[in-house]
C-alpha cells in the first residue's frame, strides 16, 4: 500500500546520470580537439612565439665586426627598425597593390567559371573542369621558371609572334611586371577556386532553382540574385584564402628577380624577411619583420570574417 505523502524523487537523485553525459560529452570533445590543438601548437604557437623571442634580440660583434658574436637583448629596436626602413614599406604597397588587382580578379573568374559549369552550357563539363585544374597541379616554382621563359625577351616564342605584328611588348618592364605576376598567380590558383565555387552550387537544393525558373527568372538573374546569395560563405572563404595566400607572395618575384632589375630583393615583405635573414644573417630583424607581417595579415582576415558577418546578418 502506498503512501499518500510519498516524496517524488529528489532532484538529487536525477543528477547522477546528468553529471556522467556531460563528463562524457567532455571527455569526448577533449579527445576530438585534442589532435588539432596539438597541430596548433606544433606548427604555429611554438614557431610565432620563437620568432618574437628572436625578434626581441640581436647579435652584436666587437672590433669593427671582426670579433666574436654575442646575443644582447635589444626589446623593440628590430621593429622600429623595420617600420622606418623604407625598402619594407615599399614592399606592402607593393603588396597592397597586388592585392587589389589579384584577389577581385581571381574571385570573379572562378566564380563566372563554376556558375558556367553548374549553368549546364558547357559540353564535356569534366575535361573542361580538368584543363582549368590542371595548372594548379603544377608546383608554383615551375610555373614561375615557365612563364618566366615566356617572358624573356629573345627567348620567348610569344614575344616574337607580338614582334612580327610590330607591337613591341615587354613583359618585365617597370609598368608590366606586376601584372606578369598577377598572371602566373591567376594561371596557378583559377582551377583550385573554380572547383570550390563549383562545388557549393552543385549543393544547391535543385528545388530553389526550380522555384526561381517558374517565377520567370532568366539564366543570368537566377545566377546573381539566387545562386551567389546562397553560395556567400563560399565565396567569402575564397576571398579570405586568397588575401592572405597573396600577403606570403614569393616564388614568383622571387625568380623575375634573376630576369629583370624591376624586382629587386626586396620586392615584397617576404622577400624582405629572406633577404634579412639568409643575405644579411640578421635574424632579429626578419623575425619583426615576420611578425608584423604575421599582425597585418591576422588583422586583414578579421576585418573579411567581420564584414561578412555583418552583410549576412543584413541579408
Known amino acids: 500500500m502506498s503512501s499518500k505523502g510519498a516524496a517524488p524523487p529528489s532532484a538529487a537523485a536525477a543528477d547522477p546520470p546528468r553529471r556522467t553525459g556531460r563528463r562524457q560529452q567532455r571527455v569526448a570533445a577533449a579527445v576530438l580537439l585534442t589532435p588539432f590543438t596539438a597541430l596548433l601548437v606544433a606548427v604555429f604557437l611554438v614557431p610565432v612565439g620563437y620568432a618574437v623571442y628572436l625578434s626581441l634580440f640581436s647579435e652584436d660583434h666587437e672590433g669593427l665586426g671582426f670579433g666574436g658574436g654575442r646575443t644582447v637583448f635589444t626589446g623593440l629596436r628590430s621593429y622600429l627598425s623595420v617600420l622606418q626602413d623604407p625598402s619594407f614599406l615599399s614592399g606592402f604597397g607593393t603588396i597592397a597593390l597586388y592585392c587589389v588587382i589579384f584577389v577581385p580578379l581571381v574571385v570573379i573568374s572562378a566564380l563566372a567559371l563554376g556558375l558556367l ?3 549546364g552550357l558547357i559540353r564535356l563539363r569534366r575535361t573542361v573542369q580538368m584543363l582549368v585544374y590542371l595548372p ?3 608546383p608554383g616554382i615551375i610555373a614561375a621558371v615557365i612563364w618566366l621563359y615566356l617572358y624573356t625577351p629573345g627567348l620567348s616564342p610569344v614575344i616574337k609572334l607580338f614582334a612580327q605584328a610590330d607591337i ?3 613583359f618585365l618592364g617597370l609598368h608590366t611586371v606586376l601584372p606578369s605576376i598577377v598572371n602566373i598567380a591567376l594561371w596557378s590558383g583559377l582551377g583550385y577556386n573554380m572547383i570550390i565555387f563549383y562545388a557549393a552550387l552543385q549543393a544547391l537544393p535543385r528545388e530553389v532553382i526550380e522555384a526561381a525558373t517558374i517565377d520567370g527568372a532568366g539564366g543570368i538573374r537566377t545566377a546573381l540574385q539566387v545562386k551567389v546569395p546562397i553560395i556567400r560563405g563560399s565565396v567569402v572563404m575564397v576571398c579570405m584564402f586568397s588575401l592572405i595566400g ?5 616564388t614568383e618575384p ?6 629583370t632589375p624591376m624586382v629587386n630583393s626586396r620586392f615584397t615583405p ?3 624577411i629572406y633577404d634579412a635573414a639568409f643575405r644579411r644573417n640578421n635574424y632579429g630583424l626578419a623575425s619583426a619583420a615576420s611578425v608584423i607581417l604575421l599582425i597585418v595579415t591576422c588583422v586583414l582576415s578579421y576585418a573579411v570574417t567581420r564584414w561578412s558577418g555583418r552583410r549576412e546578418r543584413r541579408a
Open 270 to 272: 617576404n622577400m624582405y
Open 117 to 119: 559549369l553548374d549553368s
Open 168 to 170: 613591341t611588348i615587354d
Open 254 to 259: 622571387m625568380l623575375m628577380n634573376q630576369a
Open 246 to 250: 597573396a600577403l606570403q607572395l614569393f
Open 136 to 138: 594548379h597541379a603544377v
